[in-house]
Structures are given as C-alpha cells and as structure tokens.
C-alpha cells in the first residue's frame, strides 16, 4: 500500500517530521485498513520512508525514514533496545530508582506508543492503531530487552482513537498477572496504580522538577495543589519542609497521597492532606506558604481550549501569588501541549503584574531524559515550569 503526496507537501517528511497530515495527501494507492504500514511517497514518485497508516487529521505516523527498512519484529526490537540503553548510559535505572519510562513516542522514534517501567511491571499504552495491533509482540520484546521486567500490562482504552473500529481494546495483562505495586524514584517509595491511576499510574515525568523541589524545602511551609500521588510532598517532606500540605480535589487521589507519605516517613505531623477545589482552597486559605506547587492537569488538550487554558493559568497563578508568603517560592506548570511555553510565560507574567508581586525566574523546567523530544518533532516538548521567586 501507497500513500502518494501532493507536490511540494513532502518538505517536512524531508525534514524529518514523523507525521503526514491527510491534507498532504494527493492519492491512495491500495485501500489500507487502519494500522497497516503503507509507504509514503513524494510527488516526483521519490520513496521517503513508512509508517502506520490511520484515520483523521494525522495520516501516517512515520516510522522510518528509509523507504527500504523492512518495518517487523527485528525493527522494533532494535528501536526498543536503544531507548533501553540510552536509560541505562544516563543512569536512570539503578537499585534506587526502578522506575521511568523507557518508550517516548516520537522521542524514541515509535509515534504512538508510550512505555513505562515500574519495577518488574511495565506499563504499555498504545496511541495508535498501528501500535494496538502489534501489542502482544511488542510485550515479548520488552520482557526479552528489559531483564528487570516480567509483567506487562496493556493501558490503552483511554488513548486509543476511539472512532477505531476494534474488536479488543480493553486493558489488561498482556504478560504475567500481577506486579510489585511500588515503585522506586530516588530512593523514595511510591504506590503505582497502573490498573486504575491516571496515564499509566504514575507522573514520572515530574522526577526531575520533583528533586529540585526538594533542595528549596529545608524549613519552609510546603503547599501541594493538584497534588495526585503526592509525588512533590513526599519529597518535600525528605528535604526537610516544617509543614506539607497536599489538595486535591479526588479523595481518592488524597488517599493515595496519604498511603505514599506513610509508605516513606510512617505518620507523619508535618502532613496534611485536603480533599477541596483548588480555587476555593486558595481562596480561604488563612496559612502564609512561602513554597507553593501549582501542578494542574492540562487545561487544553485540543487548540481551541488555548484562550480558556491561558485564562484558567492567568487566574490561578494570580490567585497563588496573591497568597503566597513574602520571600517565597512558587513552582508552576503547565502539561498542555498545545500550552507552548511563551504562552505559558505570558500567562505567569500577566498573574504576576495583577497580583502586584515583585517576581523573579530562578528556573525554566521542562520534561527529564527519559521524555526525550525529537528535534524534528517540536510538538513533543509538552512539559514546562517556572519556578519563581517573589518578593
């Protein structure tokens, strides 16, 4: 099958971006069911490469940009082996940190799909189709690649095109049946849901932001909105904060947080967790924080959410720094990719000037290492942070 491109449209494939968009394409050669492979090919009959055939605005995810690669189990395995061992040059998997994410879609040059390691359990979550039909042999290759790993679980209801016309695509083990349900980051204990949790049961993509946190802590009045797993008290906690802080608006999410600290520091009087709006919470909060976290969900997952995103981080990055102790220490984030982060900086800056704060960067934070962003592949740096100093 052959996807043929109007003139003048393979420019980007020429450039490296791995995705053909369905207005650049002039022709069809073949009727490809959704998920094939199907060669791309220039106008001029020139062969750029391959990649999973789909439905809707993206046409093909490209997979490689050598038309004569052959796309099977050998392939795979080979790009799943570098990203394995690209982890393993930096240093990420050790006895005291078992768990990051060893696939990164684009990043590691395998659009649609995203893998993370918890201990011996890895967690799949498939974005495309192409990816979903060859779920149960990617498995094998990452119980054969990542020795650590036995179990292998399959997390792709919720991502999956839900147009698709799949028989199968509920989640479920794909190997083994069950998995250590902690995970271990900097030496710091974690409970993973990957059956229930949000993403693939935990945000690994925070362990860097996490660390840093951790070194502003030692004597300060810690608050954690949106904290979720309480990722950030935790180590605010080990870095010596007087009080911790963590709301959430899921109770569940608050047990979770709770069961995590008590994993790590036993009962703890330095923390607290807050079942509560965020926004209400700040708004009759009496307590002066001098560390606030602001980690929000995303607030656009689609362009034309942009204005309500950047209105809803205007407002509660002004609300925060209408609050916040003098001398203090906001940390800021946006996870919304179509958020890009002078967008985001904007935002801030306008909270800043409406709050009447004097405020300075101290860091620009984005995703760590094991979220690497193809550089031909911008839209893959979804991650960005401020962290502030205010007067």
């Known amino acids: ?31 490809p069911s959704e998920g094939e492979v199907v060669s791309v090919v220039a106008s001029d009959g020139t062969a750029l490469g391959a990649g999973h055939y789909q439905i809707g605005s993206i046409a ?25 061992n690209m982890r393993k040059a930096l240093g990420l998997i050790r006895k005291d940190n078992d768990t990051y994410r060893l696939v990164h879609g684009e ?40 020795v650590e790993v036995s179990n292998v679980y399959y997390k792709s209801e919720g991502t999956l095109p839900y147009k698709a016309p799949l028989e199968e695509r ?16 900097n030496g710091l ?33 810690v608050l954690n909105m949106f904290c979720y797993t ?16 963590s709301v959430d608006s899921s109770a569940k999410a608050i047990e979770l947080t709770e069961r995590n600290v008590n994993l790590n520091f036993g009962e703890c009087e330095r923390h607290k967790a807050f079942a509560e709006d965020a926004f209400r919470f700040l708004d009759n909060m009496q307590q002066a924080y001098d560390l606030i976290i602001l980690d929000p969900p995303a607030f656009a997952k689609h362009r034309g959410a942009i204005r309500n995103a950047l209105q809803g981080y205007r407002r509660l990055n002004q609300k925060a720094l209408e609050k916040i102790a003098p001398h203090s220490i906001l ?17 801030v800056f306008s909270a800043a000037a409406a709050a009447k704060r004097q405020v300075r960067i101290l860091h620009q934070l984005t995703q760590p290492a094991d979220h690497p962003i193809n550089i031909y592949h911008p839209e ?11 007067e």
């Open 189 to 221: 204990k974690f409970n993973i849901d990957w059956l229930r949790g949000q993403k693939t049961g935990f945000f690994v993509d925070q362990r860097d932001n996490r660390s840093l946190l951790e070194r502003y802590s030692r004597d300060r009045n």
């Open 331 to 347: 940390f800021t984030f946006s996870c919304s990719q179509v958020v890009d982060k002078d967008m985001f900086r904007l935002a």
């Open 107 to 146: 990043g590691d040059m395998l659009p649609g799909l995203i893998i993370d390691v918890y201990g011996d359990t890895a967690v799949m979550q498939a974005h495309s189709v192409g990816m979903h039909l060859i779920r149960r042999e990617l498995a094998e290759i990452v119980k054969d690649v990542v």
């Open 1 to 31: 099958m052959t996807i043929y491109l109007k003139p003048h449209k393979e420019e980007s494939v020429l450039r490296f971006h791995p995705w053909v968009f369905s207005g650049a394409v002039a022709r069809i050669d073949g009727n």
């Open 170 to 185: 509920d989640d479920g083990y794909l190997i083994g049946n069950e998995g250590q349900s902690v995970g271990c980051e």
């Open 60 to 84: 093909v995810r490209l997979l490689t940009f050598s038309p004569n690669e052959k796309i099977d189990a050998a392939f795979f395995r080979r790009r799943i082996e570098s990203a394995y």
């Open 230 to 245: 309480g990722g950030f008290s935790v180590y605010a906690l080990r870095g010596g904060a007087l009080s911790v802080h």
């Open 380 to 390: 893959g740096e979804y991650l960005k942070g401020l962290v502030l100093y205010v």
